[in-house]
């Protein structure tokens, strides 16, 4: 799953929940469930997310949502094997890519 959003410094909860079709409670949750996603918060509470969280939230929706892991599965999985769930996750959305440009070529046929 690859988040389609602009090239922005931060993305609210709304933007974040919009580009992974879940409810924003969702994306609150992951938050309190998995250290690795951090984002800011402004004066008011509001949540700001930097493109390392949203890296973030897609490597833990790709295990959740796409692998069917348990939350506990992947926290395990983040903890023990990051660097090779990262580089095979990165592998995965680079295949999608091209397969994406493919379909199209052959549409455009």
Request: proline share 4%; hydrophobic share 35%; no cysteine.
């Amino acid at each position: 799953m690859k988040a389609n959003l602009p090239e922005k410094r931060y993305y609210n909860i709304g933007e974040v929940a919009k580009a992974f079709d879940v409810n924003p409670s969702l994306i609150r949750f992951w938050e309190k469930e998995f250290a690795e996603v951090k984002p800011k918060k402004n004066a008011k509470g509001n949540r700001k997310f930097t493109p390392d969280d949203i890296k973030n939230l897609e490597l833990i929706f790709y295990l959740v949502k796409e692998r069917g892991f348990t939350l506990e599965g992947a926290k395990t999985h983040l903890k023990e094997n990051r660097k090779k769930t990262m580089d095979s996750f990165e592998i995965i959305q680079k295949l999608e890519h091209v397969k994406a440009e493919l379909h199209k070529l052959k549409e455009g046929l």
